[in-house]
C-alpha cells in the first residue's frame, strides 16, 4: 500500500521523516516531484490488506501533522527574522547619527593590544555535590549502560564508590548523570579524566563492552599511518561523492576532562588550542557569545561573527556551530567560559573547543578523496596535539590507554573516536530499500535518505583501527557506487543484498543451528519472545529437535529473535517452515495460536468452500454502492519446505508443478506465466518477463516485489531471490495467481460486481482445477483437521482467505460502518466516501461464513446508505 504526499516543509528534515519510518514501520522514499514522498507500508508477512492499509494511513496523517507544524515554525522564524533585519536596519541609523555627532572618533583598539588586554577573571567553581552516598536508587528500570551494569552487580558500586583517581575525581562525578536520570540512554557515564580508566576499570569495562561490543581483554589497535591508505577513491568519481566529513574527539593527557576541569585548566586547554590551530589552519577562533576568556574577544563573538560562522559551516550539510549541551549535564557546568569553534578561512576545517571533549575536530571536502579529507584531519588533530604539549607545561599530548585506545568523555566513543560522514548521488540505489537496509547492515552505518541519494554515517568502535575504518567508509562508498551502476544498465544485484542471497538476513542468531543459549530477549515484543521468556525451559527442550525437513528451532523463531518489533503492535514472530513444525514445536505454537488467534489446543477447523450456501447474488443492483470486491487465498504444496526453508532446486519444482497445473486451464480461467525479470528458472522465458510486461503488470496491481521487511527477510522468504518466482495472469485480467512469494501459490479474483457468489464460485472453481493437475503430478495441498490449510505465516492459518469491498458511500460515515462490521468480526477502513470492508478473522470460520458475514453486514449498511440518501436528497458536489 503506498501513498503519495507533498511535503514541501519536511522534505529538509531527513531526520525526522527517518525517525517516523522507523516508529511506524513503514518506507519513506522521495517521489520524481519536487518536495513529494511515497510512504509504502509492505509488511504483507504479518499484518492482513486492511491492517497494512490503516497503517498507512496512520503514517501518512502523522507526516501531516510534522508538515503544519514545520509550516508554523517556518513563518514564524520568518517574521522573526525580518524583525532582527529592520532592527539591525534602525541601528545603522543610529550609529551613523552617534558617529556624525562626535567631534572626534576615539582610536581603535588594535589586536595587539586586544591581546594585550589583561585576562578576565574566571567564573566562580559551581558548589555541585558530588559525595558518594552509602546506597544507589534503585535502578532496576534505568535505560543506560552504567544503570543497567551497577543494577546487574550491587557489590561494583561498594568496591569503587570511596576512590579517587590521580586528578582527585571520583567515581560520582562519572556516574551522576547516569544514576539520576533513569530516562538517558547510552553509556550514561561521562569520564572526567585519563585516570578514571583504570581506576574504575572495573565499570569502565563493563560499560565499554555494553555499549560498543569491544570485549573485555581486548586490546584496541591503534594506526594513523596515513602512507597506509590506498592512492586514488576505488573507483569512485565526484560525481558519486557531494562531500566526506570526518570527525575526530581528542583529550588532553595531564588535565581534567571537560567534566570536571576548573575554569582555569578549561581556559588553559581553550588557550593553546586556539594558539595551535592559528599556526596551523588558516582562519580564526571565535568563543561562544558570552565567553569572557579569550582576550582577542573578550566578550566571545558578535552576532555577525555568529551568522558568519554558521553559514560558512553550513555551506556544505549540516550546521556545525557548537550546540549547547542538555539541561544537567556535566559537561555544561559553566557554560559558556572558554567553549569556542575554529573555523578554517575555506570553511573545511571546524573545531570545537571544550563542548563535550577538550577537541572535536571536523574536516569536509566535496567529491570522492575520503582518504585526503582522512589524513588532513589527522594533519590538523596531529599539530595541535604537539603544539598544546610544547606550549603548556601542564599538558602531555592526548590521552591514551593501552588497551582503549584513544580515551573521550563518553566511554562508548573511545579507541578511535572517529565518525565518518559521506553524502553520495545515487538516486537508482535509494528507490530499493532493500539496498538501503543492506548498506547499514553490512557496513554497520546509519543512512539517511536526501533528495536523490542519501548521506551515511559510520562511527568506529574500538577494536579497528583508524586506517582500516578510513578503509571500510570507502569500501561502503564503493558498494553504494557499484550497485548503482550496475542499477542503471538493469544487472541483478539481489544475491549481493543481505536475505535476498542464499541465506536469510543476517541477525542474532543463525537459522541453521540453534544456540545453546538465548539472548536477551528483555526487550522484544513479539509472541514467542515473551513464550521464551515465561517458559526457558521450553526452548532448552526444543533447541535440538528438528523438523521432518531437517529444520531447526531456529529457522522457525528467528524473526522473533532478530527483530525486537513494536510493542504496539506485537508480531508472532514465529513462522512455519515446514507442514510438522505444528507438531514438533507445538509447546511454541500453541500457545501462540491461542493467545493471538483464540485457537486452543482442542479447537478444529472447518472448511467448507461450497459456492452454492453463499447469499448474495447481486447485493447492489444500483451498482452504486459496491465497486468491486477481491477474494485472496494462498496454498502450499504437501511434501516441500514452506517458503522460508525451500532450496533452490525444490523452489523450481514448485514453479513447474504449479505452472504447468495453471496452463491447463481453459476457457475464462486461460492465461500465461511471467516469471520476475530475471529470473531465470523458466526456460520459455529465461531471463523472465520483459520491461514492457513488468510495467503492465504493475500497472495492473498484480505484481510483486523482493520483501524489504526484516520480518520476513529474517524468515528466509526472500532467499535466491527472484529465482523461479513470477505472476501466471489471467486473459480476462479479472484474476492473477502468484509463485513462489510468501506461500507457494496464491490466488486472488477481482470482481467487479457486487454478486458475492459469483467471485467466490470462480474462486473455488480455479481452486479445484488447480488442486485436481496439482494431484496428477502427485502434490495435494497441505491441510489439517484443526488449522486448516497451513501457511508459513499463522496468521493467514485456516481459510487463509482475505475478501475485501470497496464501498462508495455519500451519506453513511466511516464511525458507523464500523460499528456494523464489529458485530460481524470485520474491519474497515475509509477516507472521504471511499470505504473498504474486509473480514479479519481467518481461523475458526469457515470459507462460506467469512463471505456471509460480509454479505449481513453490508446489507445493513446499504440499508442504512439508502435510508439516509432518502431523507437527505443528493449528495454535496
Known amino acids: 500500500a503506498t501513498a503519495t504526499v507533498l511535503l514541501p516543509f519536511m522534505s529538509s528534515q531527513p531526520k525526522e521523516l527517518k525517525a517516523l519510518s522507523e516508529e511506524r514501520q513503514v518506507t519513506i522514499t522521495r517521489a520524481a516531484e519536487e518536495n513529494t514522498w511515497r510512504v509504502t507500508c509492505t509488511e504483507s508477512m504479518q499484518y492482513s490488506a486492511v491492517e497494512i492499509v490503516n497503517r498507512l494511513g496512520a503514517a501518512v496523517t502523522e507526516l501531516v501533522k510534522l508538515e503544519n507544524v514545520r509550516k508554523r515554525e517556518t513563518q514564524l522564524l520568518q517574521k522573526q527574522k525580518t524583525r532582527e533585519e529592520e532592527s539591525v536596519q534602525a541601528g545603522a541609523v543610529d550609529d ?10 576615539a582610536a581603535a583598539e588594535s589586536p595587539a593590544t586586544q591581546a594585550a588586554a589583561p585576562e578576565p577573571a574566571a567564573p566562580p567553581v559551581p558548589n555541585i555535590d558530588f559525595s558518594a552516598p552509602e546506597s544507589l536508587p534503585d535502578l532496576a528500570k534505568h535505560q543506560s549502560a552504567v544503570g543497567k551494569v551497577l543494577a546487574k552487580n550491587s557489590g561494583l558500586y561498594s568496591a569503587l564508590r570511596e576512590l579517587k583517581t590521580g586528578l582527585n575525581s571520583s567515581l560520582m562525578q562519572c556516574i551522576r548523570e547516569g544514576v539520576e536520570d533513569a530516562t538517558l540512554t547510552g553509556s550514561g557515564m561521562t569520564v572526567v579524566d585519563e585516570h578514571c580508566y583504570d581506576v574504575f576499570e572495573a565499570l569502565v569495562n563493563q560499560v565499554v563492552e555494553q555499549c560498543t561490543g569491544f570485549p573485555t ?11 597506509k591508505l590506498p592512492e586514488g577513491t576505488l573507483g569512485l568519481e565526484d560525481s558519486d561523492v557531494r562531500f566526506v566529513q570526518v570527525e575526530m574527539r581528542r583529550n588532553f593527557s595531564g588535565v581534567r576532562f571537560v567534566g570536571a576541569a576548573t575554569a582555569d585548566e578549561r581556559r588553559e586547554v581553550e588557550r593553546v588550542v586556539a594558539r595551535a590551530l592559528l599556526g596551523a589552519v588558516e582562519g580564526d577562533y571565535y ?18 561573527e555568529a551568522e558568519m560562522l554558521k553559514s560558512l559551516t553550513a555551506s556544505m550539510f549540516g550546521d556545525l556551530v557548537m550546540p549547547a549541551h542538555r539541561a544537567g549535564a556535566i559537561s555544561a557546568e559553566q557554560w559558556p567560559d572558554a567553549r569556542g569553534v575554529y573555523a578554517a578561512a575555506s570553511g573545511n576545517v571546524v573545531v570545537w573547543v571544550n563542548h563535550e571533549d577538550h577537541l572535536r575536530a571536523f574536516v569536509r571536502r566535496t567529491g570522492a578523496d575520503i582518504s585526503a579529507a582522512f589524513k588532513e584531519l589527522v594533519s590538523v588533530v596531529g599539530q595541535v596535539g604537539v603544539g598544546a604539549a610544547e606550549a603548556s607545561p601542564e599538558i602531555k599530548g592526548f590521552a591514551q590507554h593501552s588497551r582503549l585506545g584513544f580515551l573521550t568523555t563518553d566511554p562508548a566513543r573511545c579507541g578511535t573516536a572517529l565518525k565518518f560522514t559521506v553524502a553520495m548521488s545515487c538516486p537508482s540505489f535509494i528507490q530499493d530499500q532493500a539496498l538501503v537496509d543492506n548498506l547499514a547492515a553490512s557496513y554497520g552505518t546509519s543512512v539517511e535518505l536526501t533528495g ?16 582500516d575504518a578510513a578503509k571500510h567508509v570507502t569500501r561502503a562508498a564503493a558498494h553504494v557506487r557499484g550497485a548503482e551502476r550496475r542499477l542503471a544498465r538493469g544487472a541483478p544485484i539481489f544475491e549481493k543484498q543481505d536475505g535476498l542471497g542464499a541465506e536469510p538476513l543476517q541477525g542474532t542468531i543463525s537459522s541453521k543451528e540453534s544456540p545453546s543459549l538465548l539472548p536477551d530477549l528483555s526487550k522484544h515484543h513479539s509472541d514467542v519472545a515473551k513464550i521464551l521468556r515465561e517458559h526457558p525451559e521450553v526452548y532448552a527442550q526444543l533447541k535440538d529437535v528438528r523438523t521432518a525437513s531437517g529444520s531447526t528451532l531456529a529457522r522457525c523463531i528467528k524473526p522473533g529473535i532478530d527483530v525486537k518489533g513494536d510493542a504496539r503492535m506485537p508480531q508472532p514472530g514465529i513462522v512455519a517452515v515446514d507442514e510438522s513444525c505444528f507438531t514438533v514445536f507445538a509447546q511454541l505454537f500453541d500457545p501462540i495460536m491461542e493467545r493471538r488467534l483464540q485457537h486452543g489446543i482442542a479447537a478444529q477447523h472447518t472448511t467448507d468452500l461450497a459456492a452454492a450456501k453463499v447469499r448474495g447474488d447481486v447485493l447492489d443492483r444500483s451498482g452504486d454502492y459496491i465497486k468491486q470486491i477481491s477474494f485472496r487465498t494462498g496454498r502450499n504444496l504437501r511434501g516441500l519446505p514452506l517458503a522460508g526453508a525451500l532450496d533452490v532446486l525444490q523452489r523450481r519444482e514448485l514453479e513447474r508443478v504449479l505452472v504447468r497445473s495453471l496452463l491447463h486451464l481453459s476457457g475464462e480461467q486461460v492465461g500465461d506465466y511471467f516469471p520476475l525479470r530475471d529470473s531465470t528458472s523458466y526456460v520459455p522465458k529465461p531471463n523472465g518477463m520483459s520491461e514492457e510486461e513488468e510495467k503492465r503488470l504493475e500497472g495492473q496491481q498484480c505484481l510483486f516485489h523482493e520483501p524489504d521487511s526484516k520480518v520476513a527477510l529474517s524468515a528466509g522468504v526472500g532467499r535466491h531471490w527472484p529465482d523461479a518466482r513470477g505472476v501466471f495472469y489471467s486473459s480476462c485480467k479479472d484474476w492473477f495467481a502468484w509463485i513462489n512469494q510468501e506461500d507457494h501459490v496464491k490466488l486472488t479474483v477481482v470482481e467487479k460486481s457486487s454478486n458475492f457468489k459469483k467471485g467466490f464460485t470462480r474462486l473455488v472453481g480455479l481452486l479445484e482445477h488447480l488442486e485436481q493437475f496439482v494431484k496428477e503430478q502427485d502434490f495435494e495441498f497441505m491441510h489439517s483437521d484443526r488449522f486448516g490449510y497451513l501457511t508459513s505465516d499463522i496468521t493467514n492459518l485456516g481459510t487463509g482467505l482475505r475478501v475485501a469491498v470497496s464501498l462508495h458511500l455519500d451519506h453513511v460515515d466511516s464511525d458507523q460502518v464500523a460499528e456494523v462490521c464489529k458485530g460481524y468480526d470485520l474491519v474497515c477502513t475509509g477516507y472521504g466516501f471511499e470505504t473498504s470492508v474486509s473480514n479479519k478473522k481467518v481461523l475458526g470460520k469457515s470459507e462460506v461464513q467469512i463471505v456471509n458475514d460480509l454479505v449481513s453486514a453490508l446489507e445493513e449498511i446499504l440499508k442504512m446508505e439508502e435510508a439516509a440518501a432518502s431523507t437527505a436528497g443528493p449528495p454535496c458536489a
Open 96 to 105: 551613523k547619527v552617534a558617529a556624525d555627532s562626535d567631534a572626534k572618533p
Open 452 to 467: 536523490d541519494g542519501l548521506v551515511f554515517t559510520y562511527e568506529a568502535l574500538p577494536g579497528r583501527s583508524e586506517i
Open 217 to 227: 581483554g581486548s586490546n584496541h589497535p591503534v594506526d594513523l599511518n596515513v602512507a
Open 287 to 304: 568563543p561562544q557569545t558570552g565567553s569572557t576568556s579569550y582576550a582577542p574577544k573578550p566578550n566571545g563573538m558578535s552576532a555577525t
